[in-house]
């Protein structure tokens, strides 16, 4: 079926990915959280967009260990109240002028549950259905959009629920139900539609 189409410019390109908190390393060894909404995974390995003037990046260019957390679809509310708070003390000029203001506690803010790394330092979000523990490896910034950094990062360990796990190794996908981050929008997924011949 055709269907006619347009040239547009949309203020933001974020067509839908999965949300994830992401724990870096403070200078005095306390745990930041970022909610970021730009990842994809490859094998072993995890790409992440970053914005250059937060926190999580600076943690990250100091300290390689973080982990990522992916949070359901029943945390959007916890994840959204950390929306406004960046963990950098002096707030640089364009997040105040977004509305950002400077938050340290970010677990307690958000009521996430604090736990223990295994091979990195940056703690997990207990709450979040994966916890996936990681090492930043490349940080490149794009000459073209500098205003974001593109962080591949190798994965160490994955902590997941046992109430979405399929066997011993296998997550259900009937069982795990991502936040989503469709235009600035938060959602869940739908019913199944089908499976590739892969699964």
């Not at 094998?43 to 943690?59: F, Q, Y």
């Not at 970010?106 to 330092?121: H, I, N, P, R």
């Not at 009937?174 to 938060?186: G, S």
């Amino acid at each position: 079926m055709e269907q006619n189409s347009k040239i547009i410019q949309p203020s933001i390109l974020y067509y839908g990915t999965p949300v994830i908190l992401l724990s870096t390393m403070n200078e005095d060894g306390s745990t930041n959280l970022s909610p970021l909404s730009s990842s994809w995974a490859l094998g072993d390995s995890i790409v992440l967009g970053i914005g250059t003037e937060g926190k999580a990046l600076e943690n990250l260019e100091r300290h390689a260990g973080c982990v990522i957390n992916v949070p359901d679809s029943s945390l959007w509310r916890n994840v959204e109240r950390l929306a406004s708070y960046t963990g950098k003390r002096f707030v640089p000029e364009e997040k105040k002028r977004l509305g950002f203001t400077y938050l340290k506690e970010k677990f307690e803010a958000g009521g996430f549950t604090a736990a223990d790394s295994l091979a990195v330092k940056p703690e997990r979000v207990a709450d979040c259905p994966l916890q996936i523990e990681a090492e930043a490896v490349n940080i490149r910034i794009p000459e073209h959009s500098p205003y974001f950094a593109v962080i591949e990062t190798k994965v160490l360990h994955v902590h997941a629920h046992e109430a979405i796990l399929k066997g011993e190794h296998h997550i259900d996908p009937q069982k795990w139900e991502p936040l989503i981050y469709l235009f600035r929008h938060y959602f869940g997924l739908g019913g199944e539609l089908g499976k590739t011949f892969r699964a």
